[in-house]
Nanobody, 126 residues
Framework: QVQLVESGGGLVQAGGSLRLSCAAS????????MGWFRQAPGKEREFVVG????????GYADSVQGRFTISRDNAKNTVYLQMNNLKPEDTAVYYC???????????????????WGQGTQVTVSS
């Protein structure tokens, strides 16, 4: 089981940027499929972006394609989510998650992820 801690959330104006970090311990991020999810008030948790275990392939939700970027620093055992051109509809609690799926595909279903961080709040004002 890997422990995940998110940081980097905050309040930003529309059009601004934030970078979220997900620091892992008890496991190596390069040996997991990693994902970022978000949950807005009154809504279900939704997939934002994922990176596969094998090959580090990435996949994005249509709503963030071209604005968000996932990356991984193996030396720091940390996964990042760079968010640019933020919109008010991006406001949510963002979660980092890990899945023991050793494959080149990007894992999208939340139920497949077994380890979750506590979340970090992102608020985008208009």
């Amino acid at each position: 089981q890997v422990q995940l801690v998110e940081s980097g959330g905050g309040l930003v104006q529309a059009g601004g940027s934030l970078r979220l970090s997900c620091a892992a311990s008890g496991g190596t991020v390069s040996r997991y499929a990693m994902g970022w999810f978000r949950q807005a008030p009154g809504k279900e948790r939704e997939f934002v972006v994922g990176m596969s275990w094998i090959g580090g392939n990435t996949g994005y939700a249509d709503s963030v394609q071209g604005r968000f970027t996932i990356s991984r620093d193996n030396a720091k055992n940390t996964v990042y989510l760079q968010m640019n051109n933020l919109k008010p509809e991006d406001t949510a609690v963002y979660y980092c998650a890990a899945a023991s799926v050793r494959h080149s595909i990007v894992v999208r279903p939340a139920r497949t992820y077994t380890d979750w961080g506590q979340g970090t709040q992102v608020t985008v004002s208009s």
